[in-house]
């Protein structure tokens, strides 16, 4: 981008660094796990063959859309974390660490996470369960969304503006189309 030097001369300078500061939010609710069952709990529960390949479908739409991702946050729970995971080796982005975050579990409120996902310059990547997710996005652009298991949502967060959108929400279905 050229812009006056703005010393009363007719050069022009090329800026060193990218003036987009957006925040890209990609939130993503985990694949298809295991049912519950007895003796089983919740949070142990893995990702079934369906649900890896919904994560990889995941995976490819956002290669597809260039959003990589430069930081990783999950809910705990194994089914996340195993969602984020099998979107990262997709993505060939295995060396990203998944950070683990209580706010992302099904019942918490996610407002501590809305100015941290703000502050960030890049492309996040958020995964985890519903009703924490819509609940996320609520707070995030004020808008109500129902993500379904291997849904995506796409946030984006200008700060110069200091204005937050809903950018995209696809379920599985759409995500088979593309």
């Known amino acids: 981008m050229n812009a006056p030097t703005g010393h009363g001369n007719d050069q022009a300078f090329m800026l060193p660094f ?3 500061l957006m925040t890209t939010i990609v939130i993503v609710r985990h694949g298809e796990a ?3 069952a007895p003796g089983v709990e919740d ?3 893995a990702l079934v063959k369906k649900g890896q390949k919904q994560m990889r479908r995941v ?3 956002l290669e597809e859309m260039g959003l990589e991702p430069d930081v990783v946050l999950s809910s705990p729970m194994l089914r996340a974390v195993q969602s984020a995971e099998t979107i990262l080796d997709e993505m060939g982005l295995e060396e990203l660490k998944v950070e683990t975050l209580d706010e992302l579990l099904p019942n918490s409120d996610p407002s501590p996470l809305v100015a ?4 960030h310059q890049g492309v996040a ?9 819509s609940a996320l996005v609520k707070a ?9 298991k291997g849904g995506v949502v796409v946030v984006e967060h200008d ?7 809903l950018e995209l929400l696809l379920n599985q279905k759409v995500l088979k189309l593309i």
């Open 18 to 20: 990218n003036l987009t």
């Open 34 to 36: 295991e049912p519950e």
């Open 43 to 45: 949070d142990k529960r």
């Open 59 to 61: 995976a490819s739409f």
């Open 116 to 119: 941290k996902l703000k502050e």
């Open 125 to 133: 990547l958020v995964v985890g369960h519903m009703p924490s997710l």
């Open 140 to 148: 995030l652009t004020g808008s109500e969304v129902d993500v379904k």
């Open 159 to 165: 700060p110069l503006e200091n204005r937050t959108s």
